[in-house]
T-cell receptor, first 113, second 113 residues
């Protein structure tokens, strides 16, 4: 069985500060890992994905995430937060050849001016 | 607009009534998914279609729920005899590849009074 745990349902950072959103996964097979962002009243949009290639994955809007097998983690980072980054972020796990994505409970990011 | 389209965006109904949601996926996508999202939770998998075939139905879907995808194009999700616990955002997503990105619609929010 696969699962995802996102630590911190709410994270606040100052504009220009580092963004770090945490995601730990559990999977009995090599995982595929995703980060999605959801702006208010909108659908989820893919930020980045890991599918067993490079462990450091770069995504859109300056976000990146590093797959660490030893820590079963896939944390999302951005060097400098922007007001437009305020949204809810979801980590998800699946595996090769499957169609079922398991999502975490989400982290709401607030950016302070 | 070639994104995933869902309607209605909002539906308020009384307990016991039937409701139907429609999803129009991206035209070349043969895979279609329904997820449910409640407040403070991540999306939960409900069902998956490959073309017109419904390949899996989550245990979250009681017998009151039915989904169809005639001709492998649009899909409908019907909830019969709605209950207050059915209040949620119903998300539709489509994808081209089995391990590929899910493209989400903006969701249909159901409120059962």
């Amino acid at each position: 069985a696969q699962s995802v745990t996102q630590l911190g349902s709410h994270v606040s950072v100052s504009e220009g500060a580092l963004v770090l959103l945490r995601c730990n996964y559990s999977s009995s097979v090599p995982p595929y890992l995703f980060w999605y962002v959801q702006y208010p009243n909108q659908g989820l949009q893919l930020l980045l994905k890991y599918t067993s290639a490079a462990t450091l994955v770069k995504g859109i809007n300056g976000f990146e995430a590093e797959f660490k097998k030893s820590e079963t983690s896939f944390h999302l980072t951005k060097p400098s937060a922007h007001m437009s980054d305020a949204a809810e972020y979801f980590c998800a796990v699946s595996s090769s050849g499957t169609y079922k994505y398991i999502f975490g409970t989400g982290t709401r990011l607030k950016v302070l001016a | 607009d070639t994104g995933v389209s869902q309607n209605p965006r909002h539906k308020i109904t009384k307990r016991g009534q039937n409701v139907t949601f429609r999803c129009d996926p991206i035209s070349e996508h043969n895979r279609l998914y329904w997820y449910r999202q409640t407040l403070g939770q991540g999306p939960e998998f409900l069902t998956y279609f490959q073309n017109e075939a419904q390949l899996e139905k989550s245990r979250l879907l009681s017998d009151r729920f039915s989904a169809e995808r005639p001709k492998g194009s649009f899909s409908t999700l019907e909830i019969q005899r709605t209950e207050q616990g059915d209040s949620a955002m119903y998300l539709c997503a489509s994808s081209l590849d089995l391990d590929g990105e899910l493209f989400f619609g903006e969701g249909s929010r159901l409120t059962v009074l």
